[in-house]
């Protein structure tokens, strides 16, 4: 299956300022058409998963803004209607076929502090306080009723023990998925022992890796596949490397469509682009998949 490309890339393309700390999920409160727009451009793309803009929406990171926590919940409901809509809309107006599936998404703690320190991991806090903080919007989530729970950019292994609490019981699958560089987690786990927390957890349906460089993306799907016996999603960056420090993008991209061939061969069952994979990088990653 395919998955959608970076949702930032899209609503930049449409315009849209993203310098805000609640990066795009300050549009659910101020701008929700144009994230109806930027998914639907991904369903006509050949995607057939959406990943909503609730990654960085969070209780905490909305009270800042002034937003109280009843708000907040109808916001976070609302990326998943969001997306819905958008996937109604393909299939009227841009005659797109099949079946159209919405992931909510749930980025890691350190999304909230839009520092870059998802990009670290090891924030200080135990498991018990980071399951203390995904439980509560991971419960509004799923009463939104996607198709799936995308427990997405963990840092470390940590945070992973701490979602994969967090979901027990909410009714809903989900899937895990690591950013990672060097052949571990970004905080230096290893692969191997982060990918098995997953193995017998029931509500995990599918484990991998996602905003990453594309070269980290075959090892670790190959690897995933063998520790967890489950299907593997594999998402990656363009290959431009984050700086945190001046909020920009660094270094040359790569296309995807090649090496997709290269993870589905290795294991990998849902396939995308994530920071910087934009709409023609997705319809290519489409178009090379189902060959």
């Not at 999603?233 to 090649?258: F, I, K, M, T």
Request: proline content about 5%; aromatic content about 6%; charged content about 25%.
């Amino acid at each position: 299956m395919v998955v959608d490309g970076g949702l930032s890339e899209q609503l930049a393309a449409q315009g849209n300022d993203l310098s805000d700390a609640l990066w795009s999920a300050r549009l659910l409160a101020d701008a929700p058409g144009e994230l109806v727009a930027a998914h639907r451009a991904y369903y006509a793309a050949g995607a057939e998963v959406a990943i909503t803009a609730s990654y960085q929406a969070t209780f905490e990171g909305f009270a800042r803004r002034g937003t109280g926590r009843a708000a907040t919940a109808r916001l976070l409901a609302a990326s998943v209607e969001l997306a819905r809509r958008a996937a109604d809309e393909a299939r009227e107006l841009d005659g797109v076929a099949g079946p159209l599936w919405v992931a909510a998404s749930a980025g890691p703690y350190g999304a909230m502090l839009a520092d870059g320190s998802e990009y670290r991991g090891r924030y200080g806090l135990g498991v018990a306080e980071l399951e203390r903080f995904h439980r509560p919007r991971l419960e509004v989530l799923a009463a939104a009723g996607p198709d799936v729970l995308a427990l997405e950019t963990v840092p470390d292994v940590d945070e992973a023990r701490a979602l994969l609490r967090a979901v027990r019981g909410l009714g809903v699958p989900a899937w895990l998925s690591y950013s990672v560089a060097d052949g571990r987690t970004r905080a230096g786990d290893r692969l191997a022992e982060a990918f098995a927390l997953a193995a017998d957890a029931p509500e995990v349906v599918a484990v991998g890796v996602n905003c990453c460089d594309p070269r980290e993306v075959e090892p670790a799907v190959r690897l995933a596949a063998r520790v967890t016996g489950k299907p593997v999603v594999a998402y990656p960056n363009s290959g431009e490397r984050w700086d945190a420090a001046a909020r920009d993008w660094r270094g040359p991209g790569q296309p995807l469509a090649g090496l997709a061939e290269e993870w589905v061969a290795a294991g990998a069952r849902l396939v995308g682009g994530c920071c910087r994979v934009g709409v023609a990088g997705v319809r290519e990653v489409a178009r090379a998949v189902r060959g």
